[in-house]
């Protein structure tokens, strides 16, 4: 039995194995993941709910989570809190779907704020002149951080931050379990995927 993971982007093809490090050791028997890339958020908002349809037939899926990140998805967020904004894009691109084995999340603001939850991980030159925070999905739409960390690259390094290389070969050092004590969303996301693939 597998999970599917729908992501926008080449950098999320690394988060199969860094969600199954802190999924496996909870589980009896360990979980595959695999990604599915859309390229690109406007693909997948065009795409995901009939190909998740699709791929809910097939026996060994178990379910399917989608992710993209908050910041960019070009969704009409109402008013309100990034909480209430949160639970009105799920349940707006849940219900495209319609299954109970489908599930979307996000990436609040994007995926590097889980990155920014160890600045230990980065190259010693932008350690100093990274955001330090307790919560880094706190750091929001004006300024997000994969923008952040490309002016810091570029700054302090001359050279620019790749998302696809850097993000997947970051996301290798991160700790999950630290990146969850300081990233709720996430937390929410990986307790969301123990939750199906455990069940019977």
């Not at 996000?106 to 590097?112: L, N, R």
């Not at 696809?164 to 996301?171: A, T, V, Y």
Request: aromatic residues 10%.
């Amino acid at each position: 039995m597998r999970i599917v993971l729908y992501v926008e982007g080449d950098t999320e093809r690394s988060l199969p194995e860094f969600f199954a490090r802190w999924l496996n050791p909870k589980l009896q028997e360990a979980i595959q993941i695999r990604s599915v890339v859309f390229h690109g958020v406007g693909n997948y908002l065009k795409e995901f709910s009939s190909r998740a349809k699709l791929d809910l037939t097939v026996p060994q899926v178990k379910a399917i989570f989608g992710l993209i990140d908050f910041f960019g998805s070009t969704l009409p967020y109402p008013d309100g809190t990034t909480r209430e904004k949160y639970a009105w894009a799920k349940r707006e691109l849940e219900a495209r779907v319609d299954h109970p084995r489908f599930r979307q999340h996000f990436a609040v603001h994007d995926t590097e704020a889980w990155l920014l939850s160890d600045t230990q991980i980065f190259p010693r030159e932008i350690v100093p002149h990274l955001p330090r925070t307790q919560n880094p999905e706190s750091i929001n739409f004006q300024h997000p951080p994969s923008h952040r960390l490309k002016t810091i690259y570029h700054q302090r390094m001359n050279r620019k931050y790749e998302k696809p290389i850097e993000g997947s070969s970051l996301f290798r050092k991160l700790d999950p379990e630290l990146a969850c004590a300081r990233c709720p969303h996430l937390k929410l996301l990986l307790e969301d995927i123990l939750l199906l693939a455990a069940a019977t």
